[in-house]
């Protein structure tokens, strides 16, 4: 079976806490890189670097298995979004053949704008 994980980051004083998902998924753990508290079902991972609040959110986003070695498939998921279907129903949407699949965005239309 493959080990799915969902992961976010949340890092700095800014932000508004991370929300748990309305639909969770059967074996699938989820991972929040911060320092504040987290609701279940998140677990709370420390930041690997000790660096600026942006560069440790890139860290997290550039480099995910080193905060979840076991996991077969990360999903990255935005800190300011509410996962609101299961991971399955959301890898469904990707084709399998890409080793890293992006979704739209709600706002932005271009990588480029973040």
């Given at each position: 079976?493959?080990?799915?994980?969902?992961?976010?980051?949340l890092t700095g004083?800014?932000?508004?806490?991370?929300?748990?998902?309305?639909?969770?998924?059967?074996?699938?753990?989820?991972?929040?890189?911060?320092?504040?508290?987290?609701?279940?079902?998140?677990?709370?991972?420390?930041?690997?670097?000790?660096?600026?609040?942006?560069?440790?959110?890139?860290?997290?986003?550039?480099?995910?298995?080193?905060?979840?070695?076991?996991?077969?498939?990360?999903?990255?998921?935005?800190?300011?979004?509410?996962?609101?279907?299961?991971?399955?129903?959301?890898?469904?949407?990707?084709?399998g053949n890409a080793?890293?699949?992006?979704?739209?965005?709600?706002?932005?239309?271009?990588v480029y704008e973040?």
């Amino acid at each position: 079976m493959t080990k799915l994980a969902v992961l976010t980051t949340l890092t700095g004083e800014t932000g508004d806490a991370i929300l748990p998902p309305t639909k969770i998924g059967r074996g699938v753990k989820y991972y929040a890189v911060t320092t504040k508290t987290v609701p279940k079902p998140w677990r709370r991972l420390e930041p690997l670097i000790d660096d600026t609040p942006l560069l440790q959110s890139r860290h997290v986003k550039m480099l995910p298995f080193e905060y979840v070695p076991d996991a077969d498939v990360i999903m990255y998921i935005d800190a300011s979004l509410r996962v609101c279907c299961t991971p399955a129903e959301l890898l469904k949407r990707c084709d399998g053949n890409a080793p890293v699949w992006m979704d739209k965005h709600h706002r932005r239309r271009c990588v480029y704008e973040h």
